[in-house]
């Protein structure tokens, strides 16, 4: 019998609804079927939130380490606080410091292995800030604490598109200067692997945006395209990486060509994840890839405008802890394959009776397409 996973998930923002999406996804006894919740947390504020949520869990394992965890249980591993004053819908410097300790010891965890894998509560970029942290979110926080060998990749999916960012939480001011061609290069190649390993996707295929209106509409509104994206497109294919494009994200997403393809890349924040968000609505999760363990997260924020009215949806924090764990095992199933390959027979003798290979022949006195150029025959690109 396969060993149950260990999802180990951060309460986030207490005066958001972090803690209330969190506790509503682990709420139904089957789930503890399929993995082991150990939920990072104030026990003051678990129990706050089942009275005044009204919230029925199933059986909680109450620790003060994650080397106490069990199976069969919510664990709760008791974050014991200084202050846990709750001010519904307002982020404060205890909320903020709340969500801190809560993410350091899921970290504490996953690096002595307590836990398989790491749900992120969403957290108040503002509030956390303190001496303990300086970082513009969790990307660059798990970056920076999973070692030098790290190279974080925001990719926000859900069953229908995937997107990752050459830029993340960059003021938008910055971005074009942080357009390279050496850095669009780099982020296709790093989600194309991703794509291979953790989504189990062979030979993924790459639609890359353009930074400009219209792709520049040939230098009038920018030459970004001309002078980075393009080069660093040609650069990929040239390497075997099977990137597309640029495409203007308006026509490209209005006119479902993202549909064609096995992951977008944007070349900003809201360039990207503003079209996702629209299209999966609560089924988006947030992924950072490059790490070396899985870390997912809802793809909303701390939505403080209905915080503790028993308002908030769990779907999203719930497909983030599946989602985490569908990585997971895939991550697993492919490092293992590469770890023992199998060994490639050679047979070149043809098969008794087997017929010829033959391709198709042209049309009206055109040259047949290679087996390459079918399958990646781009979709038109669309004016707007």
Same mark, same amino acid.
């Given at each position: 019998?396969?060993?149950?996973?260990?999802?180990?998930?951060? &309460?986030?923002?207490?005066?958001?609804?972090?803690?209330?999406?969190?506790?509503?996804?682990?709420? #139904?006894?089957?789930?503890?079927?399929?993995?082991?919740?150990?939920?990072?947390?104030?026990?003051?504020?678990?129990?706050?939130?089942?009275?005044?949520?009204?919230? $029925?869990?199933?059986?909680?394992?109450?620790?003060?380490?994650?080397?106490?965890?069990? #199976?069969?249980?919510?664990?709760?591993?008791?974050?014991?606080?200084?202050?846990?004053? =709750?001010?519904?819908?307002?982020?404060?410097?205890?909320?903020?410091?709340?969500?801190?300790?809560?993410?350091? %010891?899921?970290?504490?965890?996953?690096?002595?292995?307590?836990?398989?894998?790491?749900?992120?509560?969403?957290? /108040?970029? $503002?509030?956390? &800030?303190?001496?303990?942290?300086?970082?513009?979110?969790?990307?660059?926080?798990?970056?920076?604490?999973?070692?030098?060998?790290?190279?974080?990749?925001?990719?926000?999916?859900? #069953?229908?598109?995937?997107?990752?960012?050459?830029?993340?939480?960059?003021?938008?001011?910055?971005?074009?200067?942080?357009?390279?061609?050496?850095?669009?290069?780099?982020? =296709?190649?790093?989600?194309?692997?991703?794509?291979? &390993?953790?989504?189990?996707?062979?030979?993924?295929?790459?639609?890359?945006? /353009?930074?400009?209106?219209?792709?520049?509409?040939?230098?009038?509104?920018?030459?970004?395209?001309?002078?980075?994206?393009?080069?660093?497109?040609?650069?990929?294919?040239?390497?075997?990486?099977?990137?597309?494009?640029?495409?203007? %994200?308006?026509?490209?997403?209005?006119?479902?060509?993202?549909?064609?393809?096995?992951?977008?890349?944007?070349?900003?924040? #809201?360039?990207?994840? /503003?079209?996702?968000?629209?299209?999966?609505? $609560?089924?988006?999760?947030?992924?950072?890839?490059?790490?070396?363990?899985?870390?997912?997260?809802?793809?909303?924020?701390?939505?403080?405008?209905?915080?503790?009215?028993?308002?908030?949806?769990?779907?999203?924090?719930?497909?983030?802890?599946?989602?985490?764990?569908?990585?997971?095992?895939?991550?697993?199933?492919?490092?293992?394959?590469?770890?023992?390959?199998?060994?490639?027979?050679?047979?070149?003798?043809?098969?008794?009776?087997?017929?010829?290979?033959?391709?198709?022949?042209?049309?009206?006195?055109?040259?047949?397409?290679?087996?390459?150029? =079918?399958?990646?025959?781009?979709?038109? &690109?669309?004016?707007?």
């Amino acid at each position: 019998m396969e060993k149950l996973i260990r999802v180990g998930i951060t &309460q986030g923002d207490f005066n958001g609804v972090g803690l209330e999406v969190a506790l509503r996804s682990v709420a #139904d006894e089957t789930i503890l079927e399929l993995m082991t919740p150990v939920l990072f947390a104030d026990w003051r504020l678990v129990e706050y939130a089942r009275k005044a949520l009204a919230l $029925e869990l199933p059986a909680i394992n109450r620790v003060n380490d994650a080397s106490e965890i069990a #199976d069969g249980r919510i664990n709760v591993v008791d974050l014991h606080l200084e202050n846990t004053t =709750v001010e519904a819908g307002k982020p404060s410097a205890a909320s903020g410091a709340g969500a801190v300790a809560a993410l350091e %010891a899921a970290m504490a965890a996953m690096q002595s292995q307590q836990i398989d894998v790491l749900v992120t509560a969403p957290i /108040s970029k $503002e509030a956390a &800030q303190s001496d303990a942290f300086r970082y513009n979110g969790h990307t660059e926080y798990l970056g920076a604490k999973a070692g030098d060998d790290a190279r974080p990749q925001m990719i926000l999916f859900d #069953d229908n598109v995937r997107v990752a960012l050459v830029t993340t939480h960059l003021p938008l001011v910055e971005v074009p200067a942080a357009i390279t061609r050496d850095k669009v290069a780099d982020a =296709v190649r790093r989600f194309s692997a991703t794509l291979r &390993q953790d989504f189990g996707i062979p030979r993924p295929k790459i639609a890359v945006l /353009s930074l400009n209106p219209h792709c520049g509409d040939g230098g009038l509104l920018g030459n970004e395209e001309k002078e980075q994206i393009a080069p660093a497109i040609e650069e990929c294919n040239e390497s075997g990486v099977l990137a597309f494009g640029p495409y203007a %994200a308006d026509g490209f997403f209005g006119s479902g060509a993202y549909m064609r393809f096995d992951g977008v890349l944007a070349m900003y924040h #809201d360039q990207g994840l /503003s079209a996702f968000k629209a299209l999966a609505r $609560e089924n988006g999760v947030n992924y950072t890839a490059g790490l070396p363990f899985v870390r997912t997260s809802p793809d909303h924020g701390t939505a403080c405008d209905i915080a503790w009215k028993g308002e908030a949806d769990p779907t999203s924090m719930r497909e983030a802890i599946y989602k985490a764990i569908d990585i997971f095992r895939c991550r697993r199933n492919s490092l293992k394959a590469a770890a023992n390959p199998l060994r490639h027979q050679h047979n070149d003798r043809p098969k008794k009776n087997a017929p010829a290979k033959t391709q198709p022949q042209p049309k009206n006195g055109e040259q047949p397409k290679t087996e390459e150029q =079918v399958e990646t025959e781009q979709p038109k &690109q669309q004016e707007s």
